[in-house]
């Protein structure tokens, strides 16, 4: 199994980033998929959920700016980044989920938002 980030960089206040999350090795489709982040000195947290059915979820610091989406041909979750604060610098990292028995993570991207 293999969750691979990409997409990650610097961007300036206000800007705007795209992640993605290649999954292989597992049936994606029914894998619901989690975007977490991790800023230095701090805690890992929940950012945004996708469920195999569409469905979303978003902390409430993501709430607006953030979206979640997902590509079942492609085996993809994105999370498109609006807005950005230097709040939001952190590793993110891809999370996929299925019951309470499979549960993969991807290496990380690194977001840094500073001008």
């Known amino acids: 199994v293999q969750l691979v980030e990409s997409g990650g960089g610097l961007v300036q206040p206000g800007g705007s980033l795209r992640l993605s999350c290649g999954a292989s090795?597992?049936?994606?489709?029914?894998?619901?998929m989690h975007w977490h982040r991790q800023a230095p000195g701090k805690q890992r947290e929940l950012v945004a959920t996708i469920a195999d059915d569409g469905r979303t979820t978003y902390t409430d610091s993501a709430k607006g700016r953030f979206t979640i989406s997902r590509d079942n041909n492609e085996n993809t979750v994105f999370l498109q980044m609006d807005s950005l604060k230097p709040e939001d610098t952190a590793v993110y990292y891809c999370n996929a989920v299925f019951s309470t028995t499979y549960n993969f993570w991807g290496q990380g991207t690194q977001v840094t938002v500073s001008s």
């Open positions: 090795g597992i049936a994606f489709r029914v894998f619901t």
